[in-house]
T-cell receptor, first 113, second 114 residues
Framework: DADVTQTPRNRITKTGKRIMLECSQTKGHDRMYWYRQDPGLGLQLIYYSFDVKDINKGEISDGYSVSRQAQAKFSLSLESAIPNQTALYFC????????????FGPGTRLTVL | GIQVEQSPPDLILQEGANSTLRCNFSDSVNNLQWFHQNPWGQLINLFYIPSGTKQNGRLSATTVATERYSLLYISSSQTTDSGVYFCAVKLGPYSGGGADGLTFGKGTHLIIQP
C-alpha cells in the first residue's frame, strides 16, 4: 500500500548488532502493527500500537522493542540481532478510524549473519 | 489461540482454469481478510469479509461465520494470479479477547502455468 513506507527495504547485518526498522504512514491513523514472516509461513504479530502512549506486545515480542515517535511513525528495533531473526518484516496500519481492514507496507527483508 | 488452516497448501493450474481456496478457523471472528502475496513479497488486500459474499472482477469470496470457514474463488486464472494467498482473522469480542492483530494461516501457494 503506497501510504505505508518502510525503510530500509533490505538490510544485511551481523549477530549482536542493533538494528532499527522504520515505518511511516501518511494518514495519521491510530493503529499500527509490526509483523514478521518466516519463509513458507504466514505472518506473526510482534507489536501493535493504538496511539503514541499505547503499545502492546504481540505473540512473538521477545528480542524486539518498538517506539511510536509520532502518530505517523512506528519503529521496530532488534537490540542484539541473532540469525533466527532473519525474516521479512511488515508494518501495517488500518485505513480509517472506524474501519478494521489492515493495509501492509512493502516489507523489509532482514538478514542476520 | 485461534487456529487458521488453509487448503490446499499448493495448487498448480493452467491459465484459464478456475480454483477454490479454503480457510477454516477455530473460533468466532470479527475480522477476516484475504491477501495475495506476489512473487516480490508484496501483500495485496483482496477482501475484508468477516461474513457474507463479495466480488471483485474475477475474484470472489464467501465467509460463513457460523460454520467458521471462508472460500476464495478465482475464475479464468491468469499467470499474474500466481503467488501465495493468505487468509487472516481476528478474534471476536466474545472469544477471549487477545491481541488486536491478525492471525494468519500458512497460505495456499498458487502457480498458474501459461
Amino acid at each position: 500500500d503506497a501510504d505505508v513506507t518502510q525503510t530500509p527495504r533490505n538490510r544485511i547485518t551481523k549477530t549482536g548488532k542493533r538494528i532499527m526498522l522504520e515505518c511511516s504512514q501518511t494518514k495519521g491513523h491510530d493503529r499500527m502493527y509490526w509483523y514478521r514472516q518466516d519463509p513458507g509461513l504466514g505472518l506473526q504479530l510482534i507489536y501493535y500500537s493504538f496511539d503514541v502512549k499505547d503499545i502492546n506486545k504481540g505473540e512473538i515480542s521477545d528480542g524486539y522493542s518498538v517506539s511510536r515517535q509520532a502518530q505517523a511513525k512506528f519503529s521496530l528495533s532488534l537490540e542484539s540481532a541473532i540469525p533466527n531473526q532473519t525474516a521479512l518484516y511488515f508494518c501495517a496500519r488500518i485505513l480509517a478510524k472506524k474501519a478494521d481492514t489492515q493495509y501492509f507496507g512493502p516489507g523489509t527483508r532482514l538478514t542476520v549473519l | 489461540g485461534i487456529q487458521v488452516e488453509q487448503s490446499p497448501p499448493d495448487l498448480i493450474l493452467q491459465e484459464g482454469a478456475n480454483s477454490t481456496l479454503r480457510c477454516n478457523f477455530s473460533d468466532s471472528v470479527n475480522n477476516l481478510q484475504w491477501f495475495h502475496q506476489n512473487p516480490w513479497g508484496q501483500l495485496i488486500n483482496l477482501f475484508y469479509i468477516p461474513s457474507g459474499t463479495k466480488q471483485n472482477g474475477r475474484l470472489s469470496a464467501t465467509t460463513v461465520a457460523t460454520e467458521r470457514y471462508s472460500l476464495l474463488y478465482i475464475s479464468s486464472s491468469q499467470t499474474t494470479d500466481s503467488g501465495v494467498y493468505f487468509c487472516a482473522v481476528k478474534l471476536g469480542p466474545y472469544s477471549g479477547g487477545g491481541a488486536d492483530g491478525l492471525t494468519f494461516g500458512k497460505g495456499t501457494h498458487l502457480i498458474i502455468q501459461p
